[in-house]
Structures are given as C-alpha cells and as structure tokens.
C-alpha cells in the first residue's frame, strides 16, 4: 500500500509539534509495512535521515510541464505578480500583533524586493510568511499534478496548509482522502477565528472520507464547531520517538536553583501570560527558583514587558527558538515541565520531557492528558493553583518522583508504530469500500 502524504513541515525546521509527529507517523507506517510520499513545499533545508519505505517530494523541484501550465492559466496565476516576502505571518498571529509586526518590518520588505523576475510561479518558502495563502493555494495545484503523475492508494493531508493540494489529488485520482487534524483555528486563536484558514478547514473536513484528529478533546470541537458527523472521526493519539536523548546527568545546569520550564510558541494558545503569573506568585513563596520561556512568537514582546514590569529579571529568562541538541539540553536542565495551554489539541513536549526524567505539569484543556492520567493537571486560567502545583513538585521531590514514574510506565505503550497500526486500519477500510 502506498500513500500520499502532504505536509508542511518535517524535521528538523518546525514551528512546533507538526513536523515531529509528521515524521513520526511516518515512520510508523512504514514500521507496518506502507510506503509513504511525503510532499514537502521545499527539502533544500531537510536533513532528517529517511528510511527505506520513505521518499519526500519536494513541491519546489517538481518541473513545469503542459499539464501544469494549463492548471496555472485556468487558475489565473500566470497574470499575477507574485514574490516571497520574509516571514511574519504566522497562523498562530492574531490580526493585532501582525500589523505590528508589518510595521515594523516595511524597510526590509522593501530592501528585499530586488528583481521581480527572480520569482517563479513554483517558488515555496515552506514557512508561514507573509505569501502564506498564496502558497498554499500554489501547494493546493501541486496535489493536482501528484494526483495525475503518482501512483497512490490512498492519501493523506495533515493540518489546513495541506487541505486544498489533498482536495484537488483526490479530484484528480479518485482515491479516498484522509485529513489530519492536529490542531483547529478554534484552538490558535479562541473566538478570534481567520475566516479563511477556518473556510480552508471546513471544506477539507467536508472533502475527506475519513478525519483523524489527534485527542478526543479535538473531536469534541470538529463536532461542535465544524459540524462533522463523530462517525466520520477516528482519534488517533501522537506518540514519541524514544530512540534518541542526551545523558541527562552530563549535562551541567549552570545555576543553583531549579529550573521550570515553558517550551513552545509564545502564543495566546500556549498560555505564556498564566505562565508569567504563576511564575511571580511562585517567587513569592520561594526563591531558589527559576524560570525559562523558550520559544519565540507574537506575545513574547509582551512577555518581556510584563516580566519587566514584575521586577523578576534575575529569575525568569527567555532563550527564543530552540531546536535539536538546545532542546534536549534544555529538557535535561529541568526540573520541572509546565504546559499552560489554553487550548492543546494535544501536546507532545510532556512526553519529552519525561524521556528527562522531569516531572510534568499539564493545563486540563490538553489532549496528551488522555493518554498521561497520572500527569498534574490544571485550568490554565488558574494561575493560584498552577503555582500551587509548581510549589508542590518543586519542593517535594518524593511527589515529583512519583509523578515521573507513574506518567513514564504510561508512556511505555506509547509508540509511533501503535500509531501506525491505527492509520494502516483507516487506509484499508477505505480502499476497501473502493
């Protein structure tokens, strides 16, 4: 069985948990026996090693041919100018903090521009630039081709960016199309919805013959706020890789005090800001503490600001984005793990953090807590009891301990191939039905 994957990120350049569980699926599937055509926007980057069973197809290679054209000319791509531009959007930006950020960046933009004709119509970036939905429309035509040139059992889209090229192969094909759900704009931006992004989602939910989506908790809101029939929904929780960790005892912290630390994007959907609170009202009562916001995003001005503002520069310390070896030496310096969100579809950094041995403290709006029963949970929105909770775990090692034993002989039966299994399930019953 062959599958058509798209996706927008793999490792190692990600945003966030997207490229990691992509990769991760992958592998999994392949561990049972599928063979999977990842469709990458561009690989020039990509140095994560491949597997026998996995090939990537980079949308930026693939050659211009008549078919091809005409795609263009009927969608009218052909008549219109078209540039990359430097990152700024983000899907996880609020409209706000976008302007803000365009503001601040009109010069540079400008200082880029340079020659129009260096430009061509396949051109991907593969982030989340300011050309996000052109790209993903460009994308979107690139599952057109695939749809006609690849041979493919079934095939599988993973998150908004990737709906429409899913839509149009299987147009194109006829074969059966699965989408991914690993997080909904519901959750990256709460009521404050990008009607677009929301537009895109609908229409690849509706398409799909089959949705996984990533927690129950992301079910519940296809449901609700999507309208999609729960029959049509198939949870399939993310996994972790456990092949790979630093000694955690080699690596020297540098400081005295403990360490708590946040790992993620500095968005209204992380909950950095009941973070920020927790960790001032922790000080509090305790000082031999400190805190550490890795990531980077919209809020983290405002982060800095507030932290200003709170007087605790000398205990709580913001590295930007990490990736690879910085984060795993991250995870090792730790003594405790906190994931604030206010809306996780599900979460993979707690799993992480226990392949550390550090014990993990989860807000109760996150799908991972369906799978870590015994991980501490709270409401993000209830910094007392966050900080509460922090105090516990950091002052009383014997509760720390337990935490990290029960959570970890959890994560034992958490496996990528397990994953796997499941997927493989859903493309067998599909082509089934065919």
Avoid at 275 to 280: E, G, I, R, S, V
Wanted: charge should be neutral; glycine fraction near 8%; include cysteine.
């Amino acid at each position: 069985m062959r599958v058509l994957m798209f996706g927008w990120e793999f490792p190692p350049f990600i945003s966030g948990g997207l490229g990691t569980a992509c990769y991760g699926l992958s592998k999994g599937l392949v561990q049972n026996g599928v063979e999977v055509a990842f469709v990458l926007p561009t690989k020039k980057r990509m140095t994560v090693p491949l597997m026998q069973g996995l090939s990537v197809i980079a949308a930026d290679e693939l050659v211009v041919d008549e078919a091809l054209e005409k795609m263009l000319s009927r969608s009218e791509i052909r008549s219109q100018s078209r540039f990359q531009f430097p990152v700024q959007l983000s899907p996880y930006y609020t409209v706000t903090s976008f302007k803000e950020l365009t503001a601040l960046r009109v010069n540079q933009v400008k200082a880029d521009l340079g020659d129009m004709s260096r430009f061509s119509v396949l051109d991907f970036s593969g982030n989340y630039g300011v050309n996000l939905f052109e790209e993903v429309h460009r994308y979107g035509l690139i599952g057109e081709l695939l749809g006609i040139t690849e041979e493919f059992d079934v095939i599988h889209a993973h998150d908004w960016l990737t709906y429409p090229a899913g839509i149009n192969a299987k147009r194109i094909s006829g074969k059966p199309l699965v989408v991914h759900v690993h997080a909904t704009e519901f959750d990256r931006s709460g009521e404050h919805v990008n009607q677009g992004v929301y537009d895109i989602e609908r229409a690849g939910l509706e398409a799909a013959d089959r949705v996984v989506a990533v927690s129950y908790y992301t079910k519940s809101i296809l449901v609700k706020r999507y309208g999609v029939d729960p029959s049509k929904i198939e949870v399939v929780h993310n996994a972790v890789d456990k092949d790979r960790t630093l000694s955690r005892f080699g690596i020297k912290k540098g400081v005295k005090e403990k360490v708590v630390l946040f790992l993620g994007r500095v968005t209204m959907q992380k909950g950095p800001d009941y973070f920020l609170q927790a960790a001032y009202l922790v000080l509090k009562r305790m000082r031999n503490v400190r805190f550490v916001m890795a990531g980077s995003g919209d809020m983290l001005p405002r982060m800095i600001n507030w932290m200003a503002g709170m007087r605790i520069a000398d205990r709580f310390h913001f590295t930007g984005f990490l990736r690879g070896v910085d984060v795993e030496r991250m995870y090792a310096m730790s003594d405790l793990y906190v994931m604030p969100s206010v809306s996780e579809p599900f979460g993979i950094t707690p799993f992480e953090a226990l392949l550390y041995d550090v014990p993990i403290l989860i807000s109760k709006q996150s799908g991972v807590g369906e799978v870590l029963q015994n991980a501490v949970k709270v409401d993000f929105w209830d910094v007392h009891t966050l900080a509460d909770q922090m105090v516990r775990l950091l002052s009383n090692e014997g509760y720390a301990g337990e935490v990290v034993e029960r959570c970890k002989g959890e994560l034992q039966n958490i496996e990528w191939e397990s994953a796997g299994i499941k997927v493989r399930e859903i493309y067998v019953s599909l082509t089934e039905q065919q």
